[in-house]
């Protein structure tokens, strides 16, 4: 039996060559069917999210490991204004930087193949970044950009998964059924 541990090293030593390959690329082109089964708490691309916390009302408690969002302010121990925060840095692009780090599974923390403690690993990264999806604007300019870059790669069916009765308005409160299907009407 293989080493998980080097299954995983393999795809971190050989994602970015993977990626620039021709046949990556061809890959890309061709139709594909349908994507099934996709949370969209985990399809926006990471450089995407990290934008997003360019904005002057994402706050982030590094403590805690969360993002909050409010136009209203958080006066919430520990948080603090992204915007500020890459003020303390030495560029805002290290700060980034960081940010990924902290969303993304290293190499370390993927180490294992088997579900339980791979689970503990990932659900602290989904819920860093919880409140940027749930926030309306943010859910709605993520699913454009999610769909967008599907619609790129020729998927035809896109099912999306989605917990109804989570997402928030600018004063914090929980929109409704309907006002989350007006998001995916409008998109």
């Known amino acids: 039996m293989q080493d998980p541990s080097l299954v995983t090293g393999l795809y971190y030593d050989k994602y970015q060559k993977i990626k620039s390959s021709k046949l990556y690329e061809a890959l890309m082109l061709l139709p594909k069917p349908a994507v099934h089964h996709l949370h969209i708490t985990a399809a926006a691309p990471v450089d995407y999210l990290i934008k997003l916390t360019y904005y002057d009302y994402v706050y982030y408690n590094d403590r805690a490991g969360l993002f909050k969002v409010s136009k209203k302010g958080i006066k919430e121990e520990g948080y603090q204004k992204t ?6 840095w030495a560029n805002a692009l290290d700060f980034d930087s960081y940010l990924k780090e902290k969303i993304l599974l290293s190499r370390k ?16 990264k989904f819920m ?7 926030y309306h604007e943010f859910f709605e300019k993520i699913l454009f950009k999610v769909c967008k870059l ?4 020729m998927v035809t069916v896109l ?10 308005d600018d004063d914090g ?15």
Do not use: D
């Open 109 to 124: 923390e993927g180490c294992c193949q088997e579900s339980h403690p791979i689970w503990m690993q990932f659900q602290p």
């Open 173 to 187: 409160n929980k929109l409704t059924v309907a006002q989350e299907m007006a998001i995916y009407h409008r998109v």
């Open 150 to 153: 599907f619609l790129k790669q």
């Open 128 to 134: 860093l970044t919880l409140e940027l999806y749930n």
């Open 83 to 88: 915007t500020t925060l890459r003020q303390y």
């Open 159 to 168: 099912e999306l998964r989605h917990v109804f009765g989570m997402m928030i």
